[in-house]
T-cell receptor, first 114, second 108 residues
Framework: DAEITQSPRHKITETGRQVTLACHQT?????MFWYRQDLGHGLRLIHY???????NKGEVSDGYSVSRSNTEDLPLTLESAASSQTSVYFC?????????????FGEGSRLTVL | GQNIDQPTEMTATEGAIVQINCTYQ??????LFWYQQHAGEAPTFLSY????GLEEKGRFSSFLSRSKGYSYLLLKELQMKDSASYLC?????????FGTGTRLQVFP
C-alpha cells in the first residue's frame, strides 16, 4: 500500500544545532507540504512543493528550509534550532491531477529543542 | 490574507447530535475540508465541500455557504470514539490553510 512516512518520530536536540526531518511518500503525489502543530495555533504551513525542484514558503517559514530533488522526498531542515521550534511536525502530500486536493498526512515528528 | 474561526472546545453526550461551525475570510477559495484528529495522531480526512449545500457521509455531514463564508460539520449519534479535534481547512489552489481546530469531548 502507498504511504507517507516521517523520520525520526521523536527527536531531542540542543539550541543551535542543525536538524533534518525526513518525509517520504510512495503515492507518487506531485504536492508535498510541511506543517507544524502547536497548542492554540493549529496546523501552520511551513513550506510546500508542487513538484521536483519547486519549493515555496508558507506562513511560518523563517528558520526552515526544504529541497525537492525527487518526487518521493521533501526533507525539512532547521538550520539552527531554537526553542521556539519545539513542536510536532507533520508532512503531507496530495495529488494535483483531477482530485479534490485531499491531504494525506504522515504520523508526525515530535521535536524538542532544549 | 485569511482568517478561519472555529470554537476552541465543545462537549456533548453520547448519542446526541453536535454541530461544529467554521467561518472563514480568505482571498481565493477552492473548497473546504474537515479533518478529524485524535490525540497524538495524524489528521484524517472527513469531508470536502466545493459547492454550496450539504454533503452527507454516514453519521457525518458537512455544509457550505460560500456567500456567507460559513461551513459546519454535523455529527449524529455521537459515540465515545468521536472525542477528537475537528479541523476546518480552506483550500487555496493546492494548499490547505487550517483553522485552530475544535476539541470535542463526548461524555457517556
Amino acid at each position: 500500500d502507498a504511504e507517507i512516512t516521517q523520520s525520526p518520530r521523536h527527536k531531542i536536540t540542543e539550541t543551535g544545532r542543525q536538524v533534518t526531518l525526513a518525509c517520504h511518500q510512495t503515492w507518487n503525489h506531485n504536492n508535498m507540504f510541511w506543517y507544524r502543530q502547536d497548542l492554540g495555533h493549529g496546523l501552520r504551513l511551513i513550506h510546500y512543493s508542487y513538484g521536483v525542484q519547486d519549493t515555496n514558503k508558507g506562513e511560518v517559514s523563517d528558520g526552515y528550509s526544504v529541497s525537492r530533488s525527487n518526487t518521493e522526498d521533501l526533507p525539512l531542515t532547521l538550520e539552527s534550532a531554537a526553542s521556539s521550534q519545539t513542536s510536532v511536525y507533520f508532512c503531507a502530500s496530495s495529488d494535483r491531477r483531477g482530485s479534490t486536493g485531499e491531504l494525506f498526512f504522515g504520523e508526525g515528528s515530535r521535536l524538542t529543542v532544549l | 490574507g485569511q482568517n478561519i474561526d472555529q470554537p476552541t472546545e465543545m462537549t456533548a453526550t453520547e448519542g446526541a447530535i453536535v454541530q461544529i461551525n467554521c467561518t472563514y475570510q480568505t482571498s481565493g477559495f477552492n473548497g473546504l475540508f474537515w479533518y478529524q484528529q485524535h490525540a497524538g495522531e495524524a489528521p484524517t480526512f472527513l469531508s470536502y465541500n466545493v459547492l454550496d449545500g450539504l454533503e452527507e457521509k454516514g453519521r457525518f455531514s458537512s455544509f457550505l455557504s460560500r456567500s456567507k463564508g460559513y461551513s459546519y460539520l454535523l455529527l449524529k449519534e455521537l459515540q465515545m470514539k468521536d472525542s477528537a479535534s475537528y479541523l476546518c481547512a480552506v483550500r487555496k489552489v493546492d494548499k490547505l490553510i487550517f483553522g485552530t481546530g475544535t476539541r470535542l469531548q463526548v461524555f457517556p
